[in-house]
C-alpha cells in the first residue's frame, strides 16, 4: 500500500497483519478508514486550501488534523471549521464519518439551500453549526429527519426565509435551537416548540414574523436560561406564563411592540443576570419589590415607563449597564447611583428627572454617563473629576447653574 497522500495506511499495517493481533489489526484499519474518509471529504470539498495540512505524508496522525477531534482508536467525532472562509457546499462525505457528533462550520461563506442531502445521513450527530453564512431559501420541510439525537442546532444569521417548519418541533432531543437573524416570515410553530422542554437557548429573534403576541406557552420551557425574542413583532403583554421560567439568566425582548406594565415577578427574578426590553411601548411605574440581585445589565430604555427610579434598585449590587432613557421617567436620582460600586454604563437621558445631584460620588468605575436632556439643576459636582474611568459625559440640555471647574 502505498504512503503518499492519496492514503493513510502505511507498510506498518502489512507488519501487524502477519501477528495474530487481530483487536489491534482492526483497530488500526478502522483509523485507517476513518483517515481515508476524511481525504474523500477534502477531496470532495474541491480541495480547499484551508485543509492543505490535511496531508498524511506530513501528520500520519489524523486526529492531530486542525478542526479534528477523535475518540479513542482515531474514531472521527468532530469536525470544526469555524472561519475559515469555506465557500462550497457541506459534501455527502461527511456523514461517512459514522461516528461524528459535531460539525461546526460557522462563519464562513457557505451559500445555496440547507444542505439537507448532506447532513441527513449524519446519525449520531448532535451539535450542527451552520450560523453566519450565506445560506438561504427555505427550510426544508422534513428537517425532522436530521438526526434524533440532536442537541444543539444552530442556523442563525443566514438569509433563510419562509415559515419555519412545525417538523423542527420533532428534533426532542433540541437543548438549544437558535433561528435567529434571518429573514423568516409568517408564523412560527410556537405549539412545537413549546413541547420541547429539554430546550435551554431559543433563539427567534430578528425576523420579520407576522405580528403577534407573546405565546404564553413558551412558559413550559422550564429548562431555558437563555431566551432572544427581539425584533420579532411580538405584540400585547409579557405573559405571567412566563414567571415559570425560572432558570432564566438571559431576556432579551427588545424592539418589539410590548404594551402593559413591566409584570413584577421580572424584577424579582433571582437567577436573571440580563434583562433586554428596550424599545417597546412599556408603560407604568417601574416595580417597586425588587430582589433581581444578580442583575448585571438592564436596560429599560426607550419606553414609556412613568414615576421614579425605586429605591430598591440599589440592592442590584452587580450592575454594570443601567439603560433607562427615553423614557418619562420623574423626580430625583437617587445618590446610591453615583455611589455604586460596579456600575459602569449609566445613561438616564430624555426623561424628567429634576434636583439637585449629589455632591458624594464615588463611582469610580463608570465609563459612560448620559444625564442629559432632563431638568436637572444646581451646579455640576466637582465629584465628577474624580471619575478616572470616566471616557464619556453628557450633560447638556439641563438647567444647571453655577461655575464649570
Known sequence: MSGSSTSCRSPLLLILLLYPLAGESQ???????ECDTLLAVKKDWGSPTQLAYWDPATAANHCTWKGVRCAGGGIVTELSFP?????RPVPASV??????????????TLTGAFPAAALYACAQLRFLDLSNNHLSGPLPADIDRLSPAMEHLNLSTNLFIGEVPPTIARLTALKSLLLDTNRFSGAYP??????????????????????????????????????????????????????SLTELKVLRMSSNKLTGKIPAWVLQHGKLEYLYLFGNGLSGELPRNVSAVNLIELDLSMNHLTGEIPEAFRDLKKLTLMFLYQNQLTGSIPAWVFQHE????????????????PRDITATNLILLNLSRNQLTGEIPQGFGNLKNLKRLFLQNNRFTGTLC
Not at 95 to 108: E, G, M, Q, V
Not at 342 to 357: A, I, P, R, S
Open 83 to 87: 472561519g475559515l472562509n469555506l465557500t
Open 342 to 357: 460596579k456600575l459602569e454604563y449609566l445613561c438616564l437621558d430624555e426623561n424628567g428627572f429634576t434636583g439637585n445631584l
Open 95 to 108: 456523514c461517512a464519518l459514522k461516528n461524528l457528533t459535531r460539525l461546526d462550520l460557522s462563519y464562513n
Open 190 to 243: 410556537a405549539a412545537g416548540i413549546s413541547e420541547l422542554v429539554r430546550l435551554e437557548m431559543l433563539a427567534l429573534a430578528n425576523n420579520p414574523f407576522a405580528p403577534a403576541p407573546v405565546p404564553p406557552e413558551f412558559g413550559k420551557l422550564t429548562k431555558l436560561n437563555y431566551l432572544w425574542m427581539s425584533g420579532m413583532n411580538l405584540n400585547g403583554e409579557i405573559p405571567e406564563a412566563f414567571s
Open 27 to 33: 483497530h488500526t484499519a478502522a483509523a485507517g478508514g
